[in-house]
């Protein structure tokens, strides 16, 4: 299952993306973390050792090389962008497999499986925009075979930023972290508005919770939407100044109503059914609009059809 954490900035969603992780590699279950925020800091995050990789972002034409396979409808890797969809011949892959992307990309933090898609640099600026690093996560994630006990969590970019490209729609569940403020839930508004139109799955949850009046304030701008919330916590901030440990024990010290925030989070995208038509049909929507706003005239080919009709999508492709 595919997890995306986003909220405004400041909101605790790098925090969350890292306590979910964690919680899930405790647990034994087989989790990925990928940082796809602008500001890299899920590593530190996750807190413990890190054993870093190479970046995705910088390594895109490479990415794109060993995801095209024996794609017919792909002419050259130049001519995949980020929303070139899998067909028959493509790649496939599955979460932390034995291939040259995982085993060249993975790292570990904090004891987790860990990609950076890498931080936006001074070569970068005024001639590249970091959506185009995030890229690399788009088509990671279009290519991949994950399944039910499987979790990808990815930290995504803050605020309404995450609409700049498809990204947002590859996800089975996409938890919105928002204080109890007016600018907490103001990125939430943005959100709901817009994925309610690709029918994109949201819950909040809700952080830095202080008293019944904080909740209440949440309660009464989110309604339903509002799955749990986090509370104010010693312990987390004490791990953001180095001061807990990072083995997999180190989360039984975390307070009992977080602990049990984690859990919700973890059964509510448990109980959540993967629609891989849904998630193919979103795949397909944005790689039109990109190939009608700017791709084709780029690379001067017809990009539509790199779109495979006969496809089936979450089964292997076919030679």
């Not at 925020?37 to 899920?42: F, T």
């Not at 898609?117 to 005024?126: K, N, P, Y």
């Not at 907490?184 to 202080?210: C, L």
Request: proline share 6%; with cysteine.
């Amino acid at each position: 299952m595919r997890i995306a954490f986003v909220g405004k900035g400041g909101s605790g969603k790098t925090t969350l993306s890292a306590l979910f992780s964690r919680h899930l590699a405790r647990s034994g279950a087989p989790v990925l973390a990928i940082d796809g925020d602008i500001n890299q800091h899920l590593a530190e995050a996750l807190g413990g050792e890190e054993v870093p990789a190479p970046p995705l972002g910088t390594h895109v034409s490479e990415i794109k090389k060993f995801l095209r396979g024996d794609n017919p409808r792909i002419t050259s890797p130049d001519a995949m962008i980020k929303t070139t969809p899998p067909g028959r011949g493509s790649r496939l892959l599955r979460p932390l497999g034995d291939d040259d992307l995982h085993a060249r990309h993975v790292g570990r933090a904090g004891g987790v499986p860990l990609m950076v898609t890498g931080e936006f640099d001074e070569s970068d600026l005024g001639v590249a925009c970091y959506h185009s690093k995030l890229g690399a996560v788009e088509l990671y994630l279009s290519h991949l075979l994950d399944g039910p006990g499987e979790y990808v969590v990815v930290d995504m970019t803050a605020g309404a930023d995450a609409f700049a490209s498809g990204l947002f729609t590859r996800f089975d569940i996409t938890f919105l972290v928002a204080e109890p403020t007016r600018k907490g839930v103001s990125v939430y508004r943005q959100y709901r508005d817009h994925a309610e139109q690709f029918g994109i799955r949201i819950a909040v949850v809700g952080n830095k919770v202080t008293c019944e009046d904080d909740l209440l304030f949440l309660k009464e701008q989110v309604g339903d939407d509002l799955l749990t919330h986090l509370v104010h916590s010693p312990w987390v901030r004490a791990a953001e100044q180095g001061r807990t440990g990072a083995g997999p024990d180190a989360l039984n010290s975390l307070e009992p109503h977080n602990r049990h925030a984690l859990t919700v989070l973890r059964e509510a995208v448990d109980s959540h059914p993967r629609d891989w038509d849904r998630l193919h049909r979103h795949a397909v929507e944005f790689h039109l609009r990109n190939v009608r706003a700017w791709a084709d005239a780029r690379t001067g080919e017809d990009l539509a059809a790199q779109v495979d009709p006969d496809y089936v999508p979450g089964g292997p492709a076919n030679s």
